[in-house]
């Protein structure tokens, strides 16, 4: 599948500069993207955001782009869905707190805490002006997609890869953090073992023993 | 129970209650109300009482001394016509404070007390040169009252009715039902529909036309009658929002569209059969870009 850029993200993300916002998971290819695709963004205030991204699409909306804003869950999510021609390109997927987890029981104030350790990447550039993205840090980052990796596992085993790559990009005083806030904001449920058809549990202990042996 | 945030950031909102015999004012108790700093006038409501008497004791017994002891004071009033009209208004600066004493006291607002007085004083019926107590208005002390006698009119949200957001996202009247999903686009300007009232032998019903046969359009032409007429013959009826001329054509003047100064306030419209949008929200921006002749126009459309 060939990257599009139909939609210049480095639009969007130049009139949110100066919102108080998280991307998560930044894809690598990024500013360019496969049609269908999203972006995950956490904040504090969606209908900012929202109204930030839709006065950026205007000059879309004049070449005939239609975009859909879906408010889901009572004001918790927004989608903002961009078509054209009929067919969806781009999402982005805003979040005003954490999605709600089945398979493993994360505390909300994971959410503040993520965007208020976000970083700026290094600064890209709109029409020459320059304008930083921020992304969770790089502890954020592995915890989220540790998350990830629970909540998704039995359905996607493919998630696995997550443990490979948290294993993979962490240093020992990374790992230390990433142990540390893992014990405090999460927890698996109770009968996450009991009813799982592939149980995670076993990675989960050997990931953890691995995590603490390597640091050392 | 009112919040901490709404007592700092939400407006106040009040009535004025034009009594039948100050209905033939009611055009000029309408302009002062209007050209005071502290007021936006949201809402005029027309209301046809079954019964004066009761439409009377409706209002005193939410006041805050005993309707026995306003009994003489009211009296004048039960002789008076049963049409009488409602403006609601947003007040950015209230004032308000406690009035009166022991059982008596209560909150009241300053600044539509002395407004009140004010109008009573242009209005009132005089004797020998001294002003009668015959009020031709009544207003409202405290939200609380507003409450009341939206829902004594069938507005059973009471005041959550005017604080109500439809959209957390766009720029949405709060008369409008609440929704959670709109999608933007660019749409053909010849595809626009309004509703507009009509008077079909004494039954008042809503007609669709294309929005540049409407009376706004002709206003933007320049032909500033029909607009007036149609004001005229149903504000406070079928048309309760509070629309004149003079702001008509302050707008026309003004508007830039979109405006993306604050939040988004899109024409929101509704697909109908074929591919016709009826406007829900903006029959007078759209007037202003037709008489422009701006071909396309972006709008939110809701399911």
């Not at chain 2, 009715?161 to 933007?184: Q, S």
Request: charged share 25%; net charge positive; proline share 5%.
């Amino acid at each position: 599948m060939n990257s599009t850029n139909e939609l210049d993200l480095n639009e969007f993300f130049y009139h949110l500069r100066e919102e108080v916002y998280c991307l998560i998971k930044k894809s690598p290819e990024f500013p360019r993207y496969y049609p269908g695709s999203d972006a995950d963004i956490f904040c504090y205030d969606l209908a900012k955001v929202s109204r930030v991204i839709l006065r950026a699409a205007d000059r879309y909306i004049k070449k005939n782009w239609q975009v859909l804003v879906t408010d889901k869950e009572s004001g918790s999510q927004v989608y903002i869905d961009f078509f054209n021609n009929g067919e969806l390109d781009f999402r982005f997927d805003l979040y005003q707190s954490l999605p709600k987890y089945k398979n493993i029981t994360v505390k909300q104030g994971l959410f503040g805490s993520v965007i208020e350790g976000a970083k700026a990447t290094k600064k890209l550039r709109y029409n020459g002006k320059p304008f930083p993205i921020f992304v969770p840090s790089q502890t954020d980052d592995l915890l989220l997609r540790y998350v990830e990796y629970i909540e998704w596992y039995q359905e996607r085993p493919d998630k696995i890869k997550h443990l490979d790559y948290i294993l993979k990009h962490s240093t020992n005083r990374e790992r230390i953090k990433l142990l540390d806030k893992l014990h405090f904001y999460t927890s698996l449920p109770q009968d996450v073992h009991k009813h799982a058809k592939r149980n995670p549990v076993g990675h989960i202990v050997m990931f953890i023993k691995r995590l603490v042996r390597e640091r050392i | 129970m009112t919040t901490k945030k709404q007592i700092l950031f939400d407006p106040h909102y009040a009535y004025f209650l034009i009594w039948g015999h100050g209905m033939r004012y009611k055009e000029e108790i309408l302009k002062a109300i209007r050209a005071h700093r502290s007021f936006g006038v949201v809402k005029i409501v027309n209301h046809d009482a079954e019964d004066i008497r009761k439409l009377v004791k409706v209002i005193y017994s939410h006041d805050y001394a005993p309707y026995w002891h306003l009994k003489e004071k009211v009296e004048y009033l039960l002789s008076t016509p049963n049409s009488v009209r409602f403006i609601f208004v947003q007040c950015n600066d209230p004032q308000v404070s406690y009035i009166g004493e022991g059982a008596f006291r209560h909150p009241e607002s300053l600044t539509v007390k002395r407004l009140k007085e004010t109008i009573r004083n242009r209005f009132n019926p005089y004797v020998r040169g001294k002003r009668t107590e015959h009020h031709v208005i009544h207003a409202s002390d405290n939200e609380t009252q507003v409450n009341k006698i939206l829902k004594y009119l069938s507005f059973p949200l009471g005041l959550e009715y005017f604080r109500k957001k439809p959209n957390a996202i766009i720029d949405a009247p709060y008369y409008m039902d609440y929704f959670h999903e709109f999608t933007v686009k660019i749409i053909e300007m010849n595809s626009l529909y309004c509703n507009i009232a009509t008077d079909q032998n004494g039954v008042f019903k809503l007609k669709t036309v294309p929005v540049r046969e409407s009376p706004h359009c002709a206003f933007v032409r320049g032909d500033k009658m029909p607009y007036g007429q149609y004001l005229e013959s149903f504000q406070g009826g079928l048309l309760t929002e509070d629309y004149s001329p003079e702001r008509f054509q302050n707008l026309q003047k003004k508007l830039t569209y979109p405006d993306y100064g604050s939040g988004l306030p899109y024409i929101i419209v509704q697909k109908t059969e074929g591919k016709r949008y009826i406007i829900l929200d903006g029959v007078h921006r759209a007037s202003i870009l037709v008489g422009r002749n701006v071909s396309r126009v972006i709008v939110a459309e809701v399911p």
